[in-house]
């Protein structure tokens, strides 16, 4: 193979805050003093055994960190390697960052060859279509399937902490027609958006991006994105996909901040890619596509719910169950709504559960087959207490969340932050060790929320008071509401709220919500005295200066408090 290598220099000063290990004495640097470009190089060698992969080191005569661009694919290390299958003139970067800042060498490496075995691999042709695919291979987001994104703790697959249920970005408006094409010719990334991009919250600053609009917990974006690159790479037996971006940022539909646009391949077959990167944020980001237009093999089957003739027991199973050539269920999980969840291997078994309180329940059927995972919700209406159940404290208030020793439920944060810190200022009425924190940053509506598990509503008919000890500035506004979030998002038009005006600067105070002759938003004049009284509403919702949207609004919160939820025990108030 015929190499050129055509060498130039540039120089940047950049300050940098360390060294990857100390300097020798004889290399040492003047304090704020740039390395001297006579002073930093790398070489760029053949490798004996693929003559296509190249090794770039860094030789240097000074101490620092080394990290790369190679032809649009960024890496870190005094020694890293790349493979140029087709030819080209590829620029190589070297920034050797050192405690007085950083100095920057740039060559061309040329290649004449054209590596036709790679090219013709199974991993390029499953992912572009192929040589003969001219206008590439479409993918989509694999939106009817669990997990087709999924979030998790950095060096997982991304699914722990978060995994998409089918179709659950879907009120974002944007996102699911957006398709992305690999072409083997010329080796281009085509995104096509619409003219919109579905972007993580913390990347909706990006100066590429306008008109911000916050969907869900993350935001639509104005953006035009540019036709890029890619590259596929076999590291020590794992494959990676690089997009190399032409001008601006390049995602494969969903932009985390994908750290150095590189994506380990999880699965990469016919009909299925998988892909799992580090974003900005440190965590582990999934996503999941098929190609543009297929339609994938799928379980069929139908839920069955059945009153067994003992007292509250239903049993439920799947039936009607049509399962395609070379596709298994692996297992059935049955999620009563009540905190019983049960299983089993064997798909034509019905599991059973015995209700002891009166309440709808939410059950989940999930179908966990060899392709995919499948759930389907149903209702399971128990219109009777069991006959060995017994009422507790029907009148009595209890607290539900102290952030010290009691946590009957969460408190949680939308659009705010809620966190859980050392009491300000330890004096009675509040001596408790640990108190919340609300905080909310240009956000109207941000609030704290506390929602009952399912099956399990507010009791108004008996007490109708809520209980919140508030610690902040004089004259915020603490706004206490009760929704049902089985509305959605029209959660609101039946709520009913309460406000608390902050009597003094840093004095723990106990606002009391007393909600009888509280009106809804519907127009209900007296909740407490109406059929919102009772199994109804089942979210808390607090908010600071609700209607603000502009600067950043702190208080601490503790003891929240109120009636007895039916089946539920707790510290008595």
């Given at each position: 193979?015929?190499?050129?290598?055509?060498?130039?220099?540039?120089?940047?000063?950049a300050?940098?805050?360390?060294?990857?290990?100390?300097?020798?004495?004889?290399?040492?640097?003047?304090?704020?003093?740039?390395?001297?470009?006579?002073?930093?190089?790398?070489?760029?060698?053949?490798?004996?055994?693929?003559?296509?992969?190249?090794?770039?080191?860094?030789?240097?005569?000074?101490?620092?960190?080394?990290?790369?661009?190679i032809?649009?694919?960024?890496?870190?290390?005094?020694?890293?390697?790349?493979?140029?299958?087709?030819?080209?003139?590829?620029?190589?970067?070297?920034?050797?960052?050192?405690q007085?800042?950083?100095?920057?060498?740039?060559?061309?490496?040329?290649?004449?060859?054209?590596?036709?075995?790679?090219?013709?691999?199974?991993?390029?042709?499953?992912?572009?279509?192929?040589?003969?695919?001219?206008?590439?291979?479409?993918?989509?987001?694999d939106?009817?399937?669990?997990?087709?994104?999924?979030?998790?703790?950095?060096?997982?697959?991304?699914?722990?902490?978060?995994a998409?249920?089918?179709?659950?970005?879907?009120?974002?408006?944007?996102?699911?027609?957006?398709?992305?094409?690999?072409?083997?010719?010329g080796?281009e990334?085509?995104?096509?958006?619409?003219?919109?991009?579905?972007?993580?919250?913390?990347?909706?600053?990006?100066?590429?991006?306008?008109?911000?609009?916050?969907?869900?917990?993350?935001?639509?974006?104005?953006?035009?994105?540019?036709?890029?690159?890619?590259?596929?790479?076999?590291?020590?037996?794992?494959?990676?996909?690089?997009?190399?971006?032409?001008?601006?940022?390049?995602?494969?539909?969903?932009?985390?901040?994908?750290?150095?646009?590189?994506?380990?391949?999880?699965?990469?077959?016919?009909?299925?890619?998988?892909?799992?990167a580090?974003?900005?944020?440190?965590?582990?980001?999934?996503?999941?596509?098929?190609?543009?237009?297929?339609?994938?093999?799928?379980?069929?089957?139908?839920?069955?719910v059945?009153?067994?003739?003992?007292?509250?027991?239903?049993?439920?199973?799947?039936?009607?169950?049509?399962?395609?050539?070379?596709?298994?269920?692996?297992?059935?999980?049955?999620?009563?709504?009540?905190?019983?969840?049960?299983?089993?291997?064997?798909?034509?078994?019905?599991?059973?559960?015995?209700?002891?309180?009166?309440?709808?329940?939410?059950?989940?059927?999930?179908?966990?087959?060899?392709?995919?995972?499948?759930?389907?919700?149903?209702?399971?209406?128990?219109?009777?207490?069991?006959?060995?159940?017994?009422?507790f404290?029907?009148?009595?208030?209890?607290?539900?969340?102290?952030?010290?020793?009691?946590?009957?439920?969460?408190?949680?944060?939308?659009?705010?932050?809620?966190?859980?810190?050392?009491?300000?200022?330890?004096?009675?009425?509040?001596?408790?060790?640990?108190?919340?924190?609300?905080?909310?940053?240009?956000?109207?509506?941000?609030?704290?929320?506390?929602?009952?598990?399912?099956g399990?509503?507010?009791?108004?008919?008996?007490?109708s008071?809520?209980?919140?000890?508030?610690?902040?500035?004089?004259?915020?506004?603490?706004?206490?509401?009760?929704?049902?979030?089985?509305?959605?998002?029209?959660?609101?038009?039946?709520?009913?709220?309460?406000?608390?005006?902050?009597?003094?600067?840093?004095?723990?105070?106990?606002?009391?919500?007393?909600?009888?002759?509280?009106?809804?938003?519907?127009?209900?004049?007296d909740?407490?005295?109406?059929?919102?009284?009772?199994?109804?509403?089942?979210?808390?919702?607090?908010?600071c200066?609700?209607?603000?949207?502009?600067?950043?609004?702190?208080?601490?919160?503790?003891?929240?408090?109120?009636?007895?939820?039916?089946?539920?025990?707790?510290?008595?108030?």
């Amino acid at each position: 193979m015929k190499n050129i290598l055509k060498t130039g220099f540039m120089i940047t000063l950049a300050s940098l805050l360390f060294f990857a290990c100390d300097p020798q004495e004889d290399d040492a640097l003047d304090i704020g003093k740039a390395p001297d470009e006579s002073q930093v190089d790398f070489t760029i060698t053949q490798d004996s055994q693929d003559e296509f992969k190249y090794i770039f080191e860094n030789t240097s005569s000074v101490t620092g960190v080394a990290s790369w661009n190679i032809a649009g694919t960024r890496k870190v290390g005094n020694k890293v390697t790349q493979r140029f299958p087709l030819p080209g003139d590829h620029q190589i970067t070297l920034n050797l960052a050192t405690q007085g800042g950083s100095t920057t060498v740039t060559k061309v490496l040329t290649t004449e060859e054209t590596d036709y075995a790679f090219l013709a691999s199974e991993e390029l042709t499953l992912l572009s279509g192929g040589a003969d695919a001219l206008e590439g291979k479409t993918w989509v987001l694999d939106s009817l399937a669990a997990g087709h994104l999924g979030v998790g703790p950095a060096g997982s697959e991304g699914l722990e902490w978060w995994a998409a249920v089918p179709l659950a970005k879907q009120g974002t408006g944007v996102l699911y027609d957006d398709r992305m094409t690999f072409k083997l010719i010329g080796f281009e990334f085509i995104y096509e958006n619409h003219g919109e991009s579905y972007v993580k919250d913390f990347r909706s600053d990006n100066p590429a991006y306008t008109n911000p609009e916050q969907r869900d917990a993350d935001y639509k974006v104005d953006f035009d994105p540019q036709p890029a690159s890619w590259n596929l790479e076999e590291i020590d037996g794992t494959w990676y996909l690089t997009l190399v971006p032409t001008d601006g940022p390049i995602f494969p539909i969903f932009d985390v901040g994908a750290v150095g646009n590189k994506y380990q391949v999880l699965t990469l077959q016919e009909n299925k890619l998988e892909l799992v990167a580090e974003g900005e944020d440190g965590n582990a980001w999934h996503y999941k596509f098929i190609p543009e237009g297929y339609v994938k093999p799928q379980v069929e089957y139908e839920v069955e719910v059945t009153e067994t003739g003992n007292t509250n027991e239903y049993s439920v199973g799947i039936t009607n169950v049509t399962i395609p050539d070379g596709i298994s269920i692996n297992k059935v999980i049955v999620d009563f709504g009540n905190g019983t969840v049960l299983e089993t291997t064997d798909y034509t078994e019905a599991l059973t559960e015995t209700y002891m309180r009166a309440a709808p329940y939410t059950v989940n059927i999930t179908v966990v087959a060899s392709n995919e995972t499948l759930t389907s919700p149903t209702t399971i209406n128990v219109e009777q207490n069991h006959p060995d159940y017994e009422p507790f404290l029907l009148d009595a208030m209890i607290v539900y969340n102290d952030f010290s020793e009691i946590m009957t439920f969460p408190v949680e944060g939308q659009d705010c932050g809620v966190t859980i810190e050392s009491n300000p200022d330890r004096v009675y009425p509040n001596k408790s060790s640990m108190v919340a924190k609300y905080s909310k940053t240009d956000q109207q509506w941000a609030n704290a929320y506390m929602q009952l598990p399912a099956g399990y509503r507010f009791d108004l008919r008996q007490r109708s008071t809520f209980k919140v000890m508030v610690y902040g500035e004089a004259g915020q506004e603490i706004l206490l509401k009760l929704e049902n979030t089985d509305l959605g998002g029209n959660a609101w038009t039946t709520g009913v709220e309460l406000r608390y005006t902050i009597q003094e600067s840093n004095i723990w105070e106990v606002v009391e919500y007393d909600f009888a002759g509280a009106g809804a938003a519907d127009g209900t004049p007296d909740v407490t005295n109406s059929p919102y009284n009772n199994g109804y509403y089942n979210v808390i919702r607090i908010m600071c200066n609700p209607g603000v949207g502009e600067g950043t609004h702190e208080f601490y919160f503790d003891e929240l408090s109120g009636p007895h939820i039916e089946g539920i025990k707790s510290a008595q108030l």
